[in-house]
């Protein structure tokens, strides 16, 4: 059975950092891609970041660029995202998703098949 | 960037109806497209992927259908497990965008 733990949300002040962490379990980690997803409270889903499966490939959305860095460990199964310089608008649930990787048209293209209960940060002084 | 818009943000429907959830984006993305449930204080679920491929372990009361820039996701006969918001996405190009959510909610 495909698990997904988040873990390493909490409170913390404008400016401040905190690093997520996902544990994986009942699949290959290594060889897939990975996501972070976040929703604010009682909004949609935002996609932030992605990682391939051999770090290779990292993509991160507009809003995170430059103070979120995604990261994986293969050998402990795990993804990761440092967030720095954070801001009362990441405050949300983060959650992290197993990216399945399908051939379409002669291109890889990547949805999410399996997700994270969820983390959640909260930034407020 | 692609932009997901979904109608309508809320679906009111009685144990039973069919209900009709639209997507569409703002640029064609063939049909890379997946839709995802999600119920109060649970993470989203995967219902839909490639527009139309019921994803593992998908009853078949769910079914999608659409490509390019117009997607629809179909509900036949809804249950009282089925009321939750309904996410549209789009995975053929970076950033991968969410459109804003459909509710079912109870008539």
């Known amino acids: 059975e495909v698990q997904l733990v988040e873990s390493g949300g909490g409170l913390v002040k404008p400016g401040g950092s905190l690093r997520l962490s996902c544990a994986a379990s009942?699949?290959?980690?290594?060889?897939?891609?990975m996501n972070w997803v976040r929703q604010a409270p009682g909004k949609g889903l935002e996609w932030v970041s992605s990682?391939?499966?051999?770090?290779?490939?990292?993509y991160y959305a507009d809003s995170v660029k430059g103070r979120f860095t995604i990261s994986r460990d293969n050998a402990k199964n795990s993804l990761y995202l440092q967030m720095n310089s954070l801001r009362a608008e990441d405050t949300a649930v983060y959650y992290c998703?197993?990216?399945?990787?399908?051939?379409?048209?002669?291109?890889?293209?990547?949805?999410?098949?399996?997700w994270g209960q969820g983390t959640l940060v909260t930034v407020s002084s | 960037e692609i932009v997901m818009t979904q109608s309508p943000a809320t679906l009111s429907v009685s144990p039973g109806e069919r209900a009709t959830l639209s997507c569409r984006a703002s640029?064609?993305?063939?049909?890379?497209l997946a839709w995802y449930q999600q119920k109060p204080g649970q993470a989203p679920r995967l219902l839909i992927y490639?527009?139309?491929t019921r994803a593992t372990g998908i009853p078949a009361r769910f079914s999608g259908s659409g490509s390019g820039t117009e997607f629809t996701l179909t509900i036949s006969s809804l249950q009282s497990e089925d009321f939750a918001v309904y996410y549209c996405?789009?995975?053929?190009?970076?950033?991968?965008?969410f459109g804003p959510g459909t509710k079912v909610d109870i008539k």
């Open positions: 998703a197993r990216a399945k990787s399908i051939a379409v048209a002669g291109t890889r293209v990547y949805y999410f098949d399996y």
């Open positions: 009942g699949f290959t980690f290594s060889s897939y891609s």
């Open positions: 990682i391939s499966s051999s770090s290779s490939y990292i």
């Open positions: 640029q064609s993305v063939s049909s890379n």
């Open positions: 490639g527009a139309s």
């Open positions: 996405q789009q995975y053929n190009n970076w950033p991968k965008t």
